[in-house]
């Protein structure tokens, strides 16, 4: 069984930062793409950022140049450090990771449980 697990959400203030992490674990061949995903109230889920395998790296618009996604590949754990966080990133953050889980599978994804950033003064 897989379990992703994120930590690291909070409250803040408009100009303030946070480093999110999410660790999957449980019997797993491999993790390929990682990704964070966001959902505000009442909106839907969005895409806010991917690391593939092999690094490259992608950023839904808004959080360009504000937002850095990482990751650690021997932990499995995607990063998400968010400075110069604005009240519009106030959101339930997610992760999700593409995971095989023996040598010759296919790929599943797999999501963590999500954990609240709200950005307020």
């Known amino acids: 069984q897989v379990q992703l697990v994120e930590s690291g959400g909070g409250l803040v203030q408009p100009g303030e930062s946070l480093r999110l992490s999410c660790t999957a674990s449980?019997?797993?061949?491999?993790?390929?793409?990682m990704e964070w995903y966001r959902q505000a109230p009442e909106s839907e889920r969005e895409w806010v950022a991917t690391?593939?395998?092999?690094?490259?790296?992608n950023y839904v618009d808004p959080v360009q140049g504000r937002f850095t996604i990482s990751r650690d590949n021997a932990q499995n754990t995607v990063y998400l450090q968010m400075n110069s966080l604005k009240p519009e990133d106030t959101a339930v953050y997610y992760c999700?990771?593409?995971?095989?889980?023996?040598?010759?599978?296919?790929?599943?994804?797999?999501w963590g449980q999500g954990t609240q950033v709200t950005v307020s003064s």
């Open positions: 690391i593939s395998s092999g690094g490259m790296k």
């Open positions: 449980g019997s797993i061949f491999r993790v390929d793409a």
């Open positions: 999700k990771a593409e995971i095989a889980l023996v040598a010759g599978a296919s790929m599943f994804d797999y």
